[in-house]
Each structure stands twice: as structure tokens, then as C-alpha cells.
T-cell receptor
Framework: EAGVVQSPRYKIIEKKQPVAFWCNPISGHNTLYWYLQNLGQGPELLIRYENEEAVDDSQLPKDRFSAERLKGVDSTLKIQPAELGDSAVYLC????????????FGPGTRLLVL | AQSVSQHNHHVILSEAASLELGCNYSYGGTVNLFWYVQYPGQHLQLLLKYFSGDPLVKGIKGFEAEFIKSKFSFNLRKPSVQWSDTAEYFCAVKEGSQGNLIFGKGTKLSVKP
């Protein structure tokens, strides 16, 4: 079974530029998560989707971050414009959904903003 | 707000030594508890989880964890570590059945051959 796929794996951009990350969850997984992981920290949830609906985006900085999950499968996370402090690893995870489900993580996209 | 504390930032052990990594959380209600591991260059993987029942949970690769409700703890243990256990270990807690996963800051384990 293929795992969660993310691209790109690495991205270097200059501040104020836009950037987008893509995630393809495990087939059949209805719930998709985007996490931010800063150096030396654990992952922090940015947004959670149930199918195509964003059910929790309370931690997403909506002035510069946006996300979509059209058709309830793939998802894209965008930052526009990027700031120096956005340098981090952006993780995507998916789960089947339901009580106590396990989240499966992708390899992440490491972003460096110069 | 829910918080998860991992007491050790970096643990260095020799092979065959015993391991215990601490994890405490702040939520007083029903929780689901997880330990994830991230080997060098790899993605986060589930090591073990606790939802209900026997508080002593066995995971992959000889790891186990014990849920002690009165202490709000879910410590990870392994009787004899191997060099291949070198990785970063994250404790995570989920409030109830529908809450979001809250991670600790992680503990880096280095095992000397």
C-alpha cells in the first residue's frame, strides 16, 4: 500500500514569494491533516479536512496561508507571501476517520525562506 | 489548552541499556495516546497507541508503554536498546475521540554501538 505522498520534498524561496505544497493521502482515507513542524518541536496542526470540508482551520494563519482539498482527495497548502519565519517542515497526514483512528504521515516538505 | 511534556530532549545510551522516555499530558478527560518515531531521514511512523483496556501497550520492535491515569503519564520503555533505535520519539495525545492530536517536543535518542 502506498503511503502519503508529498511534493516537493525541499523548497527554497525568497521572502515575499508564494509557495505551494501538495499532498496525496493514502487511498480511501477521508481525513487529511496539514501540520507545521519547527526545528526542535513536535508537529502542530494547521488544518484538518473531512473529505473536502475543512472542519478545523483554527490554527491556520489565514492572512497568508490557504488550503484546499478539491474532490476530497489531494490537497494543496499555499503560503502567500512567505516570511522568514515560515521556514519549517510541512507535514501531511491522513487517516480513515472515525473514533481513535491512527494518522499516517508523509515525508514532509522542508521549506527554507531566504 | 492541552499540553504534552516530554522530559528529556536528548538521551544517549549504549547498546543493551534499558530505555524509558517520559511523557505527561495535561488533559483530565478521556484520551487516546500515541508514540511516534522518526528514524533519520524517514517520516513519522506509529510505534504504539493506547485507546482503552490494558494500560500496558506493546508496540513494534520491542517497545511498550504504560498508561498511568493518576499520573497523566504514558512513558515509553524498551528493556534493551539497539543502535537501530537511534531516532526521535514523539509522544502525542488526543482529547476524547474527536479531538486533535497534540504532540510533545520530541526526545532524540542516540544509541552508541
Amino acid at each position: 500500500e502506498a503511503g502519503v505522498v508529498q511534493s516537493p520534498r525541499y523548497k527554497i524561496i525568497e521572502k515575499k514569494q508564494p509557495v505551494a505544497f501538495w499532498c496525496n493521502p493514502i487511498s480511501g482515507h477521508n481525513t487529511l491533516y496539514w501540520y507545521l513542524q519547527n526545528l526542535g518541536q513536535g508537529p502542530e496542526l494547521l488544518i484538518r479536512y473531512e473529505n473536502e470540508e475543512a472542519v478545523d482551520d483554527s490554527q491556520l494563519p489565514k492572512d497568508r496561508f490557504s488550503a484546499e482539498r478539491l474532490k476530497g482527495v489531494d490537497s494543496t497548502l499555499k503560503i502567500q507571501p512567505a516570511e522568514l519565519g515560515d521556514s519549517a517542515v510541512y507535514l501531511c497526514a491522513s487517516s480513515l476517520g472515525g473514533l481513535g483512528e491512527t494518522q499516517y504521515f508523509g515525508p514532509g516538505t522542508r521549506l527554507l525562506v531566504l | 489548552a492541552q499540553s504534552v511534556s516530554q522530559h528529556n530532549h536528548h538521551v544517549i545510551l549504549s547498546e543493551a541499556a534499558s530505555l524509558e522516555l517520559g511523557c505527561n499530558y495535561s488533559y483530565g478527560g478521556t484520551v487516546n495516546l500515541f508514540w511516534y518515531v522518526q528514524y533519520p531521514g524517514q517520516h513519522l511512523q506509529l510505534l504504539l497507541k493506547y485507546f482503552s483496556g490494558d494500560p500496558l501497550v506493546k508496540g513494534i520492535k520491542g517497545f511498550e508503554a504504560e498508561f498511568i491515569k493518576s499520573k497523566f503519564s504514558f512513558n515509553l520503555r524498551k528493556p534493551s536498546v539497539q543502535w537501530s533505535d537511534t531516532a526521535e520519539y514523539f509522544c502525542a495525545v488526543k482529547e476524547g475521540s474527536q479531538g486533535n492530536l497534540i504532540f510533545g517536543k520530541g526526545t532524540k535518542l542516540s544509541v552508541k554501538p
